[in-house]
T-cell receptor, first 113, second 113 residues
Framework: NAGVTQTPKFQVLKTGQSMTLQCAQD?????MYWYRQDPGMGLRLIYY???????DKGEVPNGYNVSRLNKREFSLRLESAAPSQTSVYFC????????????FGSGTQLSVL | GESVGLHLPTLSVQEGDNSIINCAYS??????FIWYKQESGKGPQFIID?????DKRQGQRVTVLLNKTVKHLSLQIAATQPGDSAVYFCAETPISGTYKYIFGTGTRLKVLA
């Protein structure tokens, strides 16, 4: 049982480049999330998808877009990367909503030069 | 992987002793709480959860205590082992936030041999 799988694990971008972070879960969860984690700060929500076909902004959505491709997959896209987007990105999922355990992937460490 | 939370409070505990990690949560209306363990370079791992209608919940070697009067959550780890060394953080879910988790910044636990 793989749980939540994220790719890539590491990425270095130049300012202005674009990329997509991929996330897939095999737990038949309805809700999926993208967070970023910066030193000294708690996890901050970028976007979430309550269920297949819906996406909503979190607290730090600027500079990002998301796609809920199907029930399993939720991708995060940086259209024009900026140094402020250097962070560790985590995808997570729950069966439904925030009243249940949230399961995380192993993260993507992104550096924007 | 990148070290998370370079300036986190640190708790150093002798191997075999019990550890107590504390969390002050922010919202008196929160009704669901989770403890996570995060090892360096890895994603957060679920440890234990508790709902607001409970004061205490036990798992394998771990106990979570909830004091709603002072908005305080604690994680007790019995017979701490070297493998328990990690960053621990709590998460809360406000009643009004169906899809919103609020994460603490964490405490680093160091187990001394």
């Amino acid at each position: 049982n793989a749980g939540v799988t994220q790719t890539p694990k590491f990425q270095v971008l130049k300012t202005g480049q674009s990329m997509t972070l991929q996330c897939a879960q095999d737990m038949n969860h309805n809700s999926m999330y993208w967070y970023r984690q910066d030193p000294g700060m708690g996890l901050r929500l970028i976007y979430y998808s309550a269920s297949e076909g819906t996406t909503d902004k979190g607290e730090v959505p600027n500079g990002y877009n998301v796609s809920r491709l199907n029930k399993r997959e939720f991708s995060l896209r940086l259209e024009s990367a900026a140094p402020s987007q250097t962070s560790v990105y985590f995808c997570a999922s729950t069966h439904f909503g925030a009243r249940e355990k949230l399961f995380f992937g192993s993260g993507t460490q992104l550096s924007v030069l | 992987g990148e070290s998370v939370g370079l300036h986190l409070p640190t708790l150093s505990v002798q191997e075999g002793d019990n550890s107590i990690i504390n969390c002050a949560y922010s919202n008196s209306a929160s009704d669901y709480f989770i403890w996570y363990k995060q090892e360096s370079g890895k994603g957060p791992q679920f440890i234990i959860d508790i709902r607001s209608n409970m004061d205490k919940r036990q798992g394998q070697r771990v106990t979570v205590l909830l004091n709603k009067t002072v908005k305080h959550l604690s994680l007790q780890i019995a017979a701490t082992q070297p493998g328990d060394s990690a960053v621990y953080f709590c998460a809360e879910t406000p009643i009004s936030g169906t899809y919103k988790y609020i994460f603490g910044t964490g405490t680093r636990l160091k187990v001394l041999a």
